[in-house]
C-alpha cells in the first residue's frame, strides 16, 4: 500500500485533508487509486490527478502506477495541495517479478539473445532513439529476468551450456524471421552469422554469461557495449550468408 496526504488547496489554517492510495506491492503494479475525502477536496484531486498521470482519464477504475503516482506528486498541478507521502516508500523501490518461471525463460530467453545479436546489437545507438529506445527497453527488461534465471543454475558453466544446447536453434528460427534485414546488413558488420556449431555455441553462451552476470540491472548500456565487445571478440560475424 502507497499513501499520500492531500491538502485543500488555499486554506492555511485548518485546511481539509484527504487521502489518495494505491493497494499495490510494487512500483510497476496497475491498481485503481482510492481517493478519501470530503467530496468537494475529491473532485478537485482528481481533476489534477488527470492532468498529470500518464494515461490515466480520471476514472477511478482506471489503474495506475505507484511509480507514475510519485512521478506525478512534484508537478506543478499538484503542488498547491501540498502532497505527502505517508505510507510505502519502500513500495517505490520494488518491482513485480517476471510473469515468466526460470523454466519457461530457459526456453524464451535464448530466443530474445538470439534476435538481438542478429539485429539490433550494437554499442553505438542513441538511446534517445526510436530504435535505441527499444533495444535499450528490451535489455532492461531481459536484465530483469536475467536477475531471476540466473540464480537457478548453480555455476556459470552450467548456465553457459544451458544456453548453448538451444542456442543454434534460436539463432535459426530468429534469421529466418530477420531475413530481409539480415540480408540488407553488410558482411562486416554482422555480430554473428545465421548458423553457429556447437562449440561456437558454447563460446557464444559463456560471452552473453558474463556480460550477464557483470550487469547493472538498471544499465542496459553498459551491458549492450559489453555484450558487443565481448562476442565480437569471437568473430562469429559474417561466416554464413
Request: one cysteine or more.
Amino acid at each position: 500500500m502507497i499513501r499520500y496526504t492531500f491538502k485543500q488547496p488555499g486554506r492555511a489554517a485548518n485546511p481539509t485533508e484527504g487521502v489518495v492510495s494505491l493497494d499495490a506491492k510494487y512500483g510497476d503494479q496497475l491498481e485503481c487509486l482510492q481517493v478519501d475525502a470530503p467530496s468537494e477536496l475529491a473532485a478537485r484531486i482528481l481533476d489534477a490527478l488527470c492532468l498529470v498521470l500518464d494515461d490515466w482519464d480520471g476514472d477511478l477504475d482506471d489503474p495506475t502506477t505507484p511509480d507514475a503516482l510519485a512521478a506525478a506528486m512534484g508537478t506543478s498541478e499538484l503542488a498547491p495541495f501540498e502532497p505527502m507521502l505517508i505510507e510505502g516508500a519502500e513500495v517505490l523501490s520494488r518491482r513485480q517479478p517476471p510473469l515468466s518461471t526460470p523454466d519457461q525463460l530457459t526456453e524464451s530467453l535464448p530466443r530474445h539473445f538470439a534476435r538481438h545479436l542478429l539485429g539490433s546489437l550494437t554499442p553505438t545507438l542513441d538511446p534517445m532513439s526510436y530504435q535505441g529506445g527499444i533495444l535499450y527497453g528490451d535489455l532492461g527488461e531481459r536484465l530483469w529476468e536475467w536477475a531471476h534465471w540466473r540464480p537457478s543454475r548453480a555455476t556459470a558453466d552450467e548456465a553457459a551450456e544451458v544456453l548453448a544446447a538451444r542456442l543454434p536453434k534460436a539463432i535459426e528460427e530468429q534469421a529466418r524471421v530477420l531475413q530481409e534485414f539480415i540480408s540488407n546488413r553488410p558482411r562486416e558488420s554482422r555480430l554473428i552469422g545465421t548458423s553457429i556449431s556447437p562449440a561456437e555455441a558454447i563460446a557464444l553462451a559463456r560471452a552473453i554469461v558474463a556480460a550477464y552476470d557483470a550487469a547493472q540491472l538498471n544499465d542496459p548500456l553498459s551491458l549492450a557495449h559489453d555484450l558487443w565487445t565481448r562476442i565480437a571478440s569471437l568473430g562469429l560475424g559474417g561466416q554464413q550468408a
